[in-house]
């Protein structure tokens, strides 16, 4: 087989327009697919991303030694806003109910370090932001770039949801989407997210050198196992897996594997993502981290559009 045909082969689920399909077994069961399935009554998936039903929503705003802007207000509303409309048009999560969200706006790292070792127990490892179950609060710092701290706002507004809908989702792939939120935006009434520039900087580095871990080995990751590492090494655990979860939403194919993965999780399955995979990516694991790899190599794109 020539090298060119290798690629090629490797390169068409990546081609290859998936559709989703989604129907409901005898318990009540909503499961969802990209193969058509004949013998089942499924119902197509349009992708929602035109439009969203959010316009009002719970979202309490308290400033403590720092001042925002109407305009920063707004942008934070019409952030968190995004990020409920994701869950629900593209996840599909038909979120019927408002998770409340209470953000704190402190003014400074110093300020905000004392705030978290006053909420919570044990180390916490450096943070700019952090959501806390008890009262669905999320505290973040003004940082030097004010827009850095609403992005980490919109990071912590998709933690407060996957809490509150769906727990069980492991942690790689909770922190992977909380990365995606941070680039999300509306342009010209399409949700989009850009690429993360500082995940992908990471990304490639550690690429170039060879610290890379394969998508078998962290998708194999017990959640408190990932939680150490990310504690032991920084974020280029965090890095890895916003820039994998960028790349799932990048294609049919892998958005089809992300929203199976996530309402299995939702459905209260705990079975680790790297046992789910041959089921579920077309290919299994070998074309999946052969997708990743050549993804990483000059199949990125600058921003999604849904």
């Known amino acids: 087989m020539t090298r060119g045909l290798l690629l090629a082969l490797c390169l068409l689920p990546l081609w290859g327009h ?36 959010f316009q009002r929503f719970q979202i309490d705003i ?49 300020t905000y370090n004392q705030f978290v070792a006053a909420n919570t127990k044990g180390p916490v490892p450096p943070s700019r932001g952090i959501f806390l179950n008890k009262g669905n609060q999320i505290a973040v710092y003004l940082r030097e770039n004010r827009e850095d701290t609403l992005r980490t706002i919109s990071h912590e507004t998709a933690h407060a949801i996957v809490a509150t809908l769906t727990p069980y989702v492991p942690a ?7 990365e995606q ?21 990471i990304v490639d580095y550690m690429r170039a050198n060879r610290m890379l871990p394969d998508v ?18 920084g974020y280029s655990l965090q890095a890895q897996t916003g820039e994998f979860v960028y790349f799932l939403l990048s294609t049919p194919t892998g958005r089809s594997f992300l929203v199976r993965l996530i309402h299995q999780y939702q459905r209260g399955d705990r079975t680790l993502a790297a046992g789910l995979v041959d089921d579920n990516y077309i290919g299994g694991m070998r074309v999946l981290q052969d997708n990743w790899a050549l993804w990483l190599q000059g199949a990125r794109t600058d921003s999604i559009t849904f």
């Open 18 to 53: 998936a559709d989703i399909y989604r129907y409901t077994d005898e318990n009540g069961v909503v499961h969802f697919s990209d193969r058509k399935e004949p013998d089942r009554q499924q119902e197509r998936v349009e992708v929602r991303g035109s439009a969203s039903r």
């Open 62 to 110: 308290v400033t403590d030694g720092v001042t925002l802007t109407d305009d920063e207000r707004a942008e934070i509303s019409a952030n968190v806003n995004n990020v409920y409309a994701f869950f629900d048009d593209i996840l599909y999560f038909d979120i019927h109910r408002t998770v409340p969200v209470n953000i704190r706006v402190l003014p400074d790292k110093a």
């Open 172 to 178: 790689w792939l909770n922190e992977g989407l909380a």
């Open 181 to 201: 939120m941070e680039m999300l935006r509306r342009r010209d009434g399409h949700l989009v997210i850009d690429a993360h520039p500082e995940n992908t900087r």
């Open 216 to 233: 078998a080995d962290f998708l194999a990751m017990q959640s408190r196992d990932w939680r150490n590492h990310y504690a032991d090494k």
